[in-house]
């Protein structure tokens, strides 16, 4: 009986002490089991902050890639037209349009007598095969007639720069030079130059069209200028491209 009594007082603290602790124990494993309702709002605002400062960043980012691409399409043809000329030994032209506010590049050989290239085979879009939908980017140039420049660029907003009217053209001759008429005596290489060329050589220019204006140039540019009357050509951005 005294042994008993014995064991049962010095159990009973014990046993008492081992259900506190386990309450304890699982009182903290329940509270730690997830985030509560303040921890899971902090965590969405820190979210949103994080992408309020990324998002336009990665826009710009985009931007400059999309101008990019399309820029080299447009040295592309330029070259191709520049490269079938000598390979042909024959004049050939890269004309540049705007139709419904896409973007349009032909090369074909330049005929006797300037014929517009009408035929609808020949164009393609400028953004094709780039995922770049209409109204994304927006070309522009300082052309005005055949390789023939003006001071300013004018982009798609421009009247006289659409699918119905002349397109803005380079031609190339048999030597991959421009197609210029030059005299020894009256007009020389500068001179012809200096008045179909400019200052700033012909500009053909790609830019990111403004957000809901498919006509209006953005501020991120990308262009070819073409500077001598040999043909050689070189890429430009932004400000460059004005």
Known sequence: MYSLFLENA?????GNKLKAQQKIYLHTTHSSAGFSLVEMLAVIVMI????????????????????SKANDVVLSAIRDAQNEATKQKRRYSVSFKTDNNIPQVAIYPHPQGYILPSDSNIWRPLGENLDISPGQIVIGTNITSENTSSSSV???????????????????????ALDLLVKTK??????????????KGLIVSVAVA?????????NVKRCVIIKTILGTTKTARDAECS
């Open 10 to 14: 010095i159990n009973k603290p014990i």
């Open 48 to 67: 949103g902050v994080l992408a309020a400062i990324a998002a336009p960043n990665w826009i710009a980012f985009v931007n400059r890639q999309r101008a």
């Open 154 to 176: 004018t982009y798609a907003s421009n009247p006289t720069f659409t699918a119905t009217s002349k397109p803005q053209t380079i031609t190339f001759d048999h030597t991959g």
């Open 186 to 199: 009256s007009d020389s290489i500068t001179s012809v130059q200096t008045s179909k060329l400019g200052t």
């Open 210 to 218: 403004k957000p809901g204006n498919p006509t209006q140039e953005s």
